[in-house]
């Protein structure tokens, strides 16, 4: 009745927890579960959920995960909560992953790098294991419908969580799911590429398969200092240039490959680094799966990002690689301003289903209100003081230019 249709010649499964949606990182944490809430009402309002099979995930089992990650910091995830954190603290099978504390830091870390501090990281909240366990969970159904054939196109927005290491959280991401996946998608196809359109580098991913050629991860991201005011703030994690090609002297060299960007890139110039440099990767190494982690805090506006990508130009990168035509696992990931990651998401289900939105919500960005920075409108709201905070741009195009020839 609304022109929403079931994509014909192929088929699209979504996974989705709502036990995740509810979880809280904390007060100040940026990252928001509930924006996946506000994702999903966008898909059901729409009515996409008839153009797909939908799936409630159920949470994946400690042998899974200890498929990656250590079987210790496994079961340390499993049992952790803000009441059992001290005492697991003190439980001599974990006490030797308690990094030691730098002078400055100003969060205590626990093991793993978790802490119960306000303001870290990877903070350990309230029903935390029920959280990554499912989200994880749903990330591997999402993988094994791709697997026995079951579905074309797969999607988990609560995954996508690249940042996590074998017996570290980092970044807001605790289990990796990705790794997880691609671990799953080999057992049956021999080469599967990870591209990772996140403002952030996906180190985790890169590192779990530094050694591997049957897995070729791809990330675009910011890269550099933070801002001008402080030099030495690098803009997190920090790695990912592009002379980073897998791990020397191993197998696994040159099938990583890295483009690390300036602050302010635009949809132009970033269209035309993501198709160039996917369209020469699937071209040279005849992936049979891809893996695409969308993180949204590549948008314009977002708390975290510094690009100026509109929804436009993020949801062209994901049809791009839909139309290579291989079996596709679509990840969430970063997105901090929760409106705009809503709407991306909504928009990128509808053309993972052949389905184009009607007009009627704006393409633009949604400012974030700032408290402090607005003004006043008499009422109590705040009105954004800032359009979005569009970084200048710093990208130019003969750089950019360049740094595809060196990919090449
Ligand atoms: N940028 C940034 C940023 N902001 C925060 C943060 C802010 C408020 C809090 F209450 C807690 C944390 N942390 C960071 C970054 C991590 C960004 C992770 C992105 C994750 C992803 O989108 O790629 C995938 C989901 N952390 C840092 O910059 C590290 C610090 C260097 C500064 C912050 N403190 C808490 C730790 C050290
Ligand atoms: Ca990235
Ligand atoms: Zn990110």
Redesign the pocket.
Known sequence: ENGITRPKGHKVTYHYNSTVEDMHF?K????KPWRLTLAKHLILGYGLQHTMDTHEAVAAGKDQVSRFHDPHYVEFLSQVSPTTFDELCRDPRFAKAIPPKHPGDN?DLGPYNLSTS????CPVFADMSTYLFLYTGATLAAARQLVSDTSDIAINWSGG???AHKAEAS???YINDIVLAILEMLKRWPRVLYIDI???HGDGVEEAFQREPRVMTLSFHRYGTYDESQPGHKF?PGTGDVSDRGLRGTIGEHFALNVPIGAGIDDRQYGGLFEAIVGRAFEAYKPSAIVLQC?A?SLGGDR?GQFNLNIKQHGECIAFVKALGVPLLLLG??GYTARNVARAWCHETALATDNTLPPNIPMDLIPEPRAFQGHGNGNGQLYPAFPPNKHINECKDDQLEMMVKKLD
């Open positions: 904390g100040t944490h940026p990252m969060v306000p303001g870290a990281d969580l690249h940042h970044g807001f991401c996140d403002v952030h997190f993180g805090d975290l990931g970063g």
